[in-house]
């Protein structure tokens, strides 16, 4: 398709998609953070799980199923 769902070790930065319908061009679509950083992530159907620093057993799910309107569910 033409999603790119990315996520970052960056605390500030979180989560975020992009229309890759036009290439040269890629238009981001919502981008969203819970203040804290997320180490791994991985993608279940339309969730991106993430984990945070080992010490914080930190596990966050984020719901992308509206790309332009990304959730935070746990």
Do not use: C
Not at 9 to 30: A, E, F, K, Q, V
Not at 45 to 65: A, C, N, Q, R, Y
């Amino acid at each position: 398709g033409n999603l790119l769902v990315v996520s970052s070790g960056d605390r500030y930065r979180g989560i975020s998609t992009w229309d890759l319908s036009n290439p040269l061009n890629p238009r981001l679509l919502d981008a969203a953070t819970d203040g804290q950083a997320m180490y791994f992530s991985q993608i279940y159907g339309h969730f991106v799980i993430g984990t945070g620093p080992l010490e914080e057993g930190k596990v966050t799910i984020w719901d992308f199923s509206n790309p332009s309107d990304i959730r935070l569910v746990h």
